[in-house]
């Protein structure tokens, strides 16, 4: 779907009056740009999610949920790209800067709500996890707890713990 935002060159919504068919395809280099840009994004987290699924062995309705808004932050990256790729080396450019990094930064804590969702208290893990395995994600992700701190946390949460 990407790439029909690409109007070719003669096309009834593409640049006209050229003499140079090469040189008006390579005028849309911003074009180009957030084509990749996109592609690059929206592949990095599609490859995690193909992945993500040998992580989560269940979902509840509130996963669900947190999937839904994810799915909604990767349907409207190309927007802020767009707008960013538009907007390089001019005035705008600063503001445009900020309306990327949201988007981007969007998609991630999205990506994340639902690792810390299925977490606590295993929600939607997959119980065959090693508990080192959880820890060092959730490392990653910037919130650093042990199994230990995630259990008791579950537990005063009323949700049992399947950590020993």
Same mark, same amino acid.
């Given at each position: 779907? /990407?790439?029909?935002? $690409?109007?070719?060159?003669?096309?009834?919504?593409?640049?006209?009056?050229?003499?140079? @068919?090469?040189? #008006?395809?390579? !005028?849309?280099?911003?074009?180009?740009?957030?084509?990749?840009?996109?592609?690059?994004?929206?592949?990095?987290?599609?490859?995690?999610?193909?992945?993500?699924?040998?992580?989560?062995?269940?979902?509840?309705?509130? %996963?669900? #949920?947190?999937? @839904?808004?994810?799915?909604? #932050? $990767?349907?409207?990256?190309?927007?802020?790209?767009?707008?960013?790729?538009?907007?390089? !080396?001019?005035?705008?450019?600063?503001?445009?800067?900020?309306? %990327?990094?949201?988007?981007?930064?969007? $998609?991630?804590?999205?990506?994340?709500?639902?690792? %810390?969702?299925?977490?606590?208290?295993?929600?939607?893990?997959? !119980?065959?996890?090693?508990?080192?395995? $959880?820890? !060092?994600?959730?490392?990653?992700?910037?919130?650093?707890?042990?199994?230990?701190?995630?259990?008791?946390?579950? /537990? @005063?949460?009323?949700?049992?713990?399947?950590?020993?």
């Amino acid at each position: 779907m /990407l790439i029909v935002e $690409i109007k070719v060159p003669g096309s009834p919504q593409g640049q006209q009056g050229y003499t140079d @068919l090469v040189h #008006a395809m390579t !005028e849309q280099w911003r074009e180009h740009l957030a084509l990749l840009l996109c592609y690059v994004v929206i592949g990095a987290y599609w490859l995690q999610h193909h992945y993500s699924g040998r992580i989560y062995a269940r979902s509840d309705h509130w %996963f669900g #949920a947190i999937n @839904l808004l994810f799915l909604l #932050a $990767i349907v409207v990256v190309p927007y802020p790209i767009r707008i960013w790729v538009f907007h390089l !080396e001019t005035a705008f450019e600063p503001v445009a800067s900020v309306v %990327f990094t949201t988007g981007v930064a969007l $998609i991630a804590c999205a990506w994340m709500a639902k690792w %810390f969702y299925g977490v606590v208290g295993q929600r939607t893990m997959d !119980e065959r996890l090693a508990a080192d395995f $959880i820890q !060092e994600m959730t490392r990653r992700y910037g919130l650093a707890r042990s199994p230990r701190s995630l259990r008791s946390r579950s /537990l @005063l949460s009323g949700h049992a713990s399947a950590w020993p």
